[in-house]
């Protein structure tokens, strides 16, 4: 019953965002990153475009999940410390068909750094990604979440700077690999 009430409201107050973008193409079938502590609003935009959501496995995952289905998202359930091969290997799969929306810094952080699966998936598809970075105005912050988690209130406007395309070449080795992860900068 709580999980209904939840998406029922979340649902209603995410219809009234004022969200802008920078007006950047997203090229279909590509990978679409953003942070963790930022997530609703990205999730509530990119509905309509049918993708496949990367949500963990745990409790919360659980419920963005429950929330996720009712926007029509398609999911894939992983994460980097809970069956992460698996996860990697279902994002390039799907890439050829979908776009992927992810969250490179989750489930549990550190906060705003990118774990490498993005990177991985783009390497080995030749696919590109996108980084979604997410001012809100107004705005509730839980302080005590480990990702500062930032709830949009109602009617606020939230603005969307997307960054992108970016592109990891396919020829590289896992040393030069791992050198293009490090050495990134949005």
Request: proline letters at 5%.
């Amino acid at each position: 019953m709580k999980s209904k009430i939840f998406k029922i409201l979340i649902d209603l107050i995410s219809k009234t965002w004022n969200i802008r973008t920078n007006n950047i193409d997203i090229i279909d079938n590509s990978i679409i990153a953003f942070w963790h502590g930022k997530m609703l609003p990205v999730w509530f935009y990119f509905k309509n475009k049918k993708p496949i959501g990367v949500v963990s496995k745990s409790k919360d995952g659980q419920i963005l999940s429950d929330l996720l289905e009712n926007w029509n998202y398609k999911l894939i359930r992983g994460s980097s410390s809970k069956g992460g091969k698996e996860l990697l290997a279902s994002i390039i799969e799907n890439l050829n068909n979908y776009t992927i929306l992810i969250t490179p810094d989750g489930p549990r952080g550190p906060k705003e750094e990118f774990k490498p699966g993005i990177f991985i998936a783009s390497n080995r598809t030749g696919k590109s990604f996108y980084f979604v970075d997410v001012k809100i105005d107004n705005k509730y912050i839980f302080k005590k979440a480990w990702d500062n988690f930032e709830f949009p209130m109602p009617f606020t406007n939230i603005f969307f700077e997307i960054k992108g395309p970016y592109n990891v070449p396919k020829d590289l080795n896992k040393e030069e690999l791992n050198n293009f992860i490090q050495e990134f900068k949005l």
